[in-house]
Every structure is written in C-alpha cells, then in structure tokens.
C-alpha cells in the first residue's frame, strides 16, 4: 500500500501562485508514476500533469502546460506541483494519485491507471 498525503491549497487571486506537495509513504517504488488530477464542482475528474519517478518525464494538460510545472524531491518521496497565472478556471480539489505500473513513454493521463490516491486539497482561484 501506498499513503499520499497532499498540502498546500488554499485561497489565492487571479494570476497568483501556490504551490501543492504530496508526500508519499509506504511501498512506493521509483517505477512509479505520480499524476495530479483536479475535480471542480459539478465536473469529472481531470487530469492535470503527471511525472514518471524513474527519469522525470513530464505530461502535462494543454490547459495548464506552460503554467503548471510538476517535479519531485527524491529524498523526501515528494511530489509537487508548482501553479502560477492561476485562472478561476483552476478552481477545484486537486487530488495526487500513484500509478504502479511499470511502463514507458509519458506518464499516463488516465484516471482509471492510477491505484492509489491522496484525500485531496482544496485550491479556489478568486476573480
């Protein structure tokens, strides 16, 4: 099993920054892959960005690529993701979620291939 745990939402303007962490516990592994996802009121969970643990390959949303920026601390097995030119668009939970697979290529933008996930964290982008 695998425990993540996320931080760092909360309140901010438009075009403003926050920073979210998902610490991760457990049986992780450096095959893994670590996405973010985000569910606004009333819509499906969507894929935000995503990176492969093993070498750091990145996957991004168009909706966010270019503002959006996803990296790791090794030692800490912690995975962030760093949002600046934040839109009320942005709105919504922001959950952190593991993927087991061992695969290649880019991460995987698919809810359905991510087995655990975190309890979520709660960003509101004001306009």
């Known amino acids: 099993q695998v425990q993540l745990v996320e931080s760092g939402g909360g309140l901010v303007q438009t075009g403003g920054s926050l920073r979210l962490s998902c610490a991760a516990s457990g049986r992780f592994y450096s095959t893994y892959a670590m996405g973010w996802f985000r569910e606004a009121p009333g819509k499906e969970r969507e894929f935000v960005a995503a990176?492969?643990?093993?070498?750091?390959?990145?996957n991004y949303a168009d909706s966010v690529k270019g503002r959006f920026t996803i990296s790791r601390d090794n030692a800490k097995v912690t995975v962030y993701l760093q949002m600046n030119s934040l839109k009320p668009e942005d709105t919504g939970v922001y959950y952190c979620a593991a993927d087991k697979r061992t695969s290649v290529g880019l991460p995987s933008g698919l809810k359905e291939d991510y087995d655990y996930w975190g309890q979520g964290t709660q960003v509101t982008v004001s306009s």
């Open positions: 990176m492969r643990w093993s070498d750091g390959s990145t």
